[in-house]
């Protein structure tokens, strides 16, 4: 069986979730006969801006068709997020080269919607895994400019041309706060025209696009939800990510040594909540306790917001900026965490970072809200607590400090927990689709 994997980018320049979950698809499919191959941006910037670039790489045995295009300069920008033309005529060509059987996309940012209307022009059965909210959402995250959740999508595309234009200069943000929304009003009655438009073609062509998959999964029944009214019931299915739980379960932790160790594992970004989980540890009562938080992470993806993230720690040698690690060694690093916090202030889908803590036997405190509530049973195998509020955190993880107890019991719940699953289990689900489709 052959099986293209098309995904926005790919290791090892990037590693976030999405990257790491299909790279650890494609490694499993190889391993077990399927004739697999990787398609992905690897720049947006470099190039020209009417013509992919595309080059036949190999990484950890797998082979990996990186593209690039200058989207920065090409001459309809904004309509190329979502529907590029370079794009979909390098995946026209390419398809009736590779001939796959079956063609598995990966989330639809950068990638846009082009590649799937030519799948479905080439005859290739097709998988849609969504990954966040790209197909609903310009920002993906239904995170406004503003910092706060979108919780119902506007029906006027002029609010979310609006969204748009204040995220492209903050100081739109800040007249819009000074003058109590009414900017942002007046912008989107009489200034957004052309981007209202855009905004209207985007949602029309991208809700055309999600009609052509033969299946649609979601690793969530939070975000399976938000396209219950969009994607047909017999189409939509949620498929639990899975793990090598025996490679987890191999490593012994440390003994311990009475310190409780509070960790952050992921991208460095502000959506992510990292700032909260600094202000949340430095309000701690620690009294006499060795408490310490480790913060690992890429530093120079977004180095404004780590400066801001150093500033707020103010030197305090409790905090560690440990940097990224090779993934290969998660295991060993959840380990040696007490707890795993994951402060996120959108909703997040299927963290990958929680069913890797849960499946290394570390319980893990996370924002009450999306997928994270979804995977942790609070009291249980975590804590939850007030999505944005540092207040809140702060007193789940004072908790954990004042109460060894609570922390031991927490430690055996994450170990019993049923969130993660075997991949072999998911797998057995994505070929039993796989060939359902063929």
């Not at 794009?87 to 590649?115: C, E, M, S």
């Not at 530093?299 to 040698?317: E, F, M, R, T």
């Not at 909703?347 to 069913?355: A, C, Q, R």
């Not at 109460?403 to 719940?413: M, S, W």
Request: net charge neutral.
């Amino acid at each position: 069986m052959k099986i293209v994997l098309p995904v926005h980018h790919f290791p090892p320049r990037y590693t976030a979730g999405g990257e790491q979950y299909v790279h650890r698809l494609a490694r499993w499919l190889q391993e077990h006969d399927c004739d697999v191959e990787v398609v992905c941006l690897e720049s947006i910037e470099t190039g020209k801006p009417d013509r992919v670039e595309a080059w036949l790489d190999h990484y950890d045995g797998l082979r990996v068709w990186r593209l690039s295009y200058d989207l920065m300069r090409a001459p309809q920008r904004k309509r190329w997020t979502f529907d590029s033309e370079p794009l979909r005529a390098w995946f026209a060509g390419y398809l009736r080269d590779a001939r796959p059987d079956v063609i598995h996309f990966h989330a639809g940012y950068l990638l846009g919607v082009g590649p799937l209307f030519e799948a479905a022009s080439a005859g290739v059965p097709s998988v849609l895994t969504l990954h966040d909210y790209w197909f609903l959402c310009p920002r993906h995250t239904l995170l406004r400019s503003e910092g706060t959740l979108c919780e119902e999508i506007p029906e006027d595309p002029a609010g979310c041309a609006w969204c748009r234009y204040a995220e492209e200069r903050r100081y739109r943000v800040t007249m819009n706060r000074l003058s109590l929304g009414l900017f942002g009003k007046v912008m989107q009655a009489i200034g957004l025209e052309n981007d209202s438009a855009l905004i209207s073609e985007r949602r029309a062509r991208l809700a055309e696009a999600i009609r052509l998959p033969r299946m649609v999964i979601s690793p969530s029944r939070f975000l399976a939800r938000y396209f219950e009214g969009i994607v047909d019931p017999e189409r939509l299915r949620v498929v639990r990510f899975g793990f090598d739980l025996a490679r987890f379960r191999a490593i012994p932790a440390p003994p311990s040594d009475g310190a409780v160790r509070i960790g952050y594992i992921g991208q460095i970004a502000h959506h992510k909540g990292v700032h909260l989980l600094i202000r949340a540890f430095r309000s701690l009562n620690l009294g006499a306790r060795q408490v310490e938080l480790h913060i690992y992470g890429s530093l120079k993806s977004n180095p404004a917001y780590v400066a801001q993230l150093k500033s707020l720690a103010s030197g305090d040698a409790r905090v560690h900026f440990e940097g990224p690690f090779e993934n290969a060694r998660v295991a060993e690093v959840m380990k040696r965490l007490s707890a795993l916090v994951v402060p996120s202030i959108w909703f997040e889908n299927s963290p990958l970072v929680i069913l890797e803590s849960l499946s290394a036997g570390t319980p893990v405190i996370t924002a009450n809200i999306g997928g994270m509530a979804e995977l942790v049973q609070d009291g249980v195998d975590g804590l939850h607590f007030a999505a944005g509020s540092a207040s809140h955190l702060a007193r789940q993880l004072q908790r954990l400090v004042d109460d060894p107890d609570l922390l031991a019991r927490l430690r055996q719940g994450a170990a019993a927990s049923p969130a993660p699953r075997s991949i072999d289990d998911e797998m057995t689900d994505l070929m039993s689709i796989y060939r359902e489709l063929i």
